[in-house]
């Protein structure tokens, strides 16, 4: 584990009563919780996270799989998601609509992150096998601003294109919620990414209607990666101004910051 790439960061452990895990906290400010893609807390999710933090707001990193810090190579992916897919059972792969077992946990750390931070809320970031999180994670009053980074499952060859690891209850609440509160999401992806097809974005605009702000970029506006036009946030994030990928990382992180200051 690459502890030397979160140095900035106090780290804590984290128990539900159920899983325990370690969560690094940086910032000050309103909370928001960047539930990281495959394979882990990898340098490009600490960038995000960084500029969360530096734009006003307590971030906090749970480390759900992976070895925190430590750089996305094709190997480490590979080992990281096929222990996680064929081994952890707090997490939903193959079936449409049902969450994670494991969102119960973000749920409680959303709740301490609110009790301890203020602000009107808490915001949530999932990344790819984590995208849907934040939308299952709005039956939690203390969650205000979700945001679906290419939300990759359940995985569409035993799901289908049209499905999503969100509950038939949750996806309720979240439109009761995002009504009465004048709450809003927003989704993130590639416009060829095949892991997050354009069915499961459609499935989410005919649910949320206009609460759902859909950013859907075109494949040459990616950067390099392992996986082409995919990570928006992080790995295909093209870092300079004025970029597709640039212009939406600033979207969200002010989407972010208007929602959970109160």
């Given at each position: 584990?690459?502890?030397?790439?979160?140095?900035?960061?106090?780290?804590?452990?984290?128990?539900?009563?159920r899983w325990t895990r370690k969560v690094w906290r940086r910032?000050?400010?309103?909370?928001?919780?960047?539930?990281?893609?495959?394979?882990?807390?990898?340098?490009?999710?600490?960038?995000?996270?960084?500029?969360?933090?530096?734009?006003?707001?307590?971030?906090?990193?749970?480390?759900?799989?992976?070895?925190?810090?430590?750089?996305?190579?094709?190997?480490?992916?590979?080992?990281?998601?096929?222990?996680?897919?064929?081994?952890?059972?707090?997490?939903?792969?193959?079936?449409?609509?049902?969450s994670s077992p494991f969102v119960d946990w973000l749920r409680?750390?959303?709740?301490?992150?609110?009790?301890?931070?203020?602000?009107?809320?808490?915001?949530?970031?999932?990344?790819?096998?984590?995208?849907?999180?934040?939308?299952?994670?709005?039956?939690?009053?203390?969650?205000?601003?979700?945001?679906?980074?290419?939300?990759?499952?359940?995985?569409?060859?035993?799901?289908?294109?049209?499905?999503?690891?969100?509950?038939?209850?949750?996806?309720?609440?979240?439109?009761?919620?995002?009504?009465?509160?004048?709450?809003?999401?927003?989704?993130?992806?590639?416009?060829g990414d095949k892991l997050v097809p354009n069915a499961r974005?459609?499935?989410?605009?005919?649910?949320?209607?206009?609460?759902?702000?859909?950013?859907?970029?075109?494949?040459?506006?990616?950067?390099?990666?392992?996986?082409?036009?995919?990570?928006?946030?992080?790995?295909?994030?093209?870092?300079?101004?004025?970029?597709?990928?640039?212009?939406?990382?600033?979207?969200?992180?002010?989407?972010?910051?208007?929602?959970?200051?109160?």
């Amino acid at each position: 584990m690459d502890y030397a790439a979160l140095k900035d960061y106090a780290a804590f452990d984290f128990d539900d009563g159920r899983w325990t895990r370690k969560v690094w906290r940086r910032g000050g400010g309103p909370g928001v919780i960047v539930i990281h893609e495959m394979p882990g807390i990898h340098p490009d999710v600490i960038r995000f996270a960084d500029r969360v933090a530096a734009a006003g707001m307590t971030v906090f990193l749970p480390s759900l799989f992976g070895d925190p810090g430590r750089p996305v190579t094709r190997g480490y992916a590979l080992g990281t998601m096929l222990k996680t897919i064929c081994v952890a059972r707090e997490f939903n792969v193959w079936h449409d609509g049902r969450s994670s077992p494991f969102v119960d946990w973000l749920r409680a750390l959303a709740r301490k992150v609110k009790a301890e931070c203020g602000g009107r809320g808490v915001g949530a970031v999932g990344m790819c096998f984590t995208g849907g999180f934040a939308l299952a994670m709005m039956t939690e009053e203390a969650v205000v601003a979700p945001v679906l980074s290419q939300p990759s499952m359940p995985t569409t060859l035993f799901a289908g294109n049209r499905s999503i690891d969100v509950s038939p209850r949750e996806m309720a609440v979240a439109k009761e919620r995002f009504a009465r509160e004048n709450l809003s999401c927003i989704g993130l992806r590639f416009k060829g990414d095949k892991l997050v097809p354009n069915a499961r974005f459609e499935l989410l605009k005919r649910a949320l209607g206009s609460h759902f702000e859909a950013i859907e970029l075109e494949d040459k506006d990616s950067g390099p990666g392992l996986v082409e036009h995919h990570s928006v946030l992080t790995v295909n994030l093209v870092d300079r101004p004025g970029t597709p990928t640039k212009q939406a990382e600033q979207r969200v992180i002010a989407f972010l910051k208007e929602r959970t200051k109160g």
